[in-house]
C-alpha cells in the first residue's frame, strides 16, 4: 500500500512557475513508476509525465514538454513536477499516481495509487 499527498499548487499568474510535490509512504516508493495526471473542469483526467524507477522520463509532448519537468527524490520519497511558462490553460487539479510496474504508461488504468490532488489555477 502507497499513500501520496499532493503540495505546491496555488494561485500564479501566466508565465510564472510552481513546483508541486509529492510524499509518498512506504519503503518501495523506488521501485514504482511514478506520473502526474491533471483534470480541468469538466474535462477527463489526462496524462501530464512519467517517470520510472530508474528516473526515464515521458512527457505529453502536445501540452508541456519543455515548460514541465519531472523528477524524484528516491532518498525522500518524494517526487516533483516543475512547472515554468504557466499558462491559463494549465489550470487544473493536478494528480500524482505511483504503477508497480517499471514501464512508462500514460494511461490511468494503469495506476494504482492516487492523491488527492493539488489544484493549479493560472490567470491571464
Known amino acids: 500500500q502507497v499513500q501520496l499527498v499532493e503540495s505546491g499548487g496555488g494561485l500564479v499568474q501566466a508565465g510564472g512557475s510552481l513546483r508541486l510535490s509529492c510524499a509518498a509512504s512506504?519503503?518501495?516508493?523506488?521501485?514504482?513508476?511514478m506520473g502526474w495526471f491533471r483534470q480541468a473542469p469538466g474535462k477527463e483526467r489526462v496524462f501530464v509525465a512519467t517517470?520510472?524507477?530508474?528516473?526515464?522520463?515521458?512527457y505529453d509532448t502536445d501540452s508541456v514538454e519543455g515548460r514541465f519537468s519531472i523528477s524524484r527524490d528516491n532518498a525522500k520519497n518524494t517526487l516533483y513536477l516543475q512547472m515554468n511558462s504557466l499558462k491559463p490553460e494549465d489550470t487544473a487539479v493536478y494528480y500524482c499516481?505511483?504503477?508497480?510496474?517499471?514501464?512508462?504508461?500514460?494511461?490511468?488504468?494503469?495506476?494504482?495509487?492516487w492523491g488527492q490532488g493539488t489544484q493549479v489555477t493560472v490567470s491571464s
Open positions: 517517470i520510472t524507477n530508474i528516473a526515464g522520463v515521458t
Open positions: 512506504g519503503r518501495t516508493f523506488s521501485s514504482y513508476t
Open positions: 499516481a505511483a504503477r508497480h510496474s517499471t514501464g512508462h504508461s500514460r494511461s490511468i488504468k494503469d495506476y494504482v495509487y
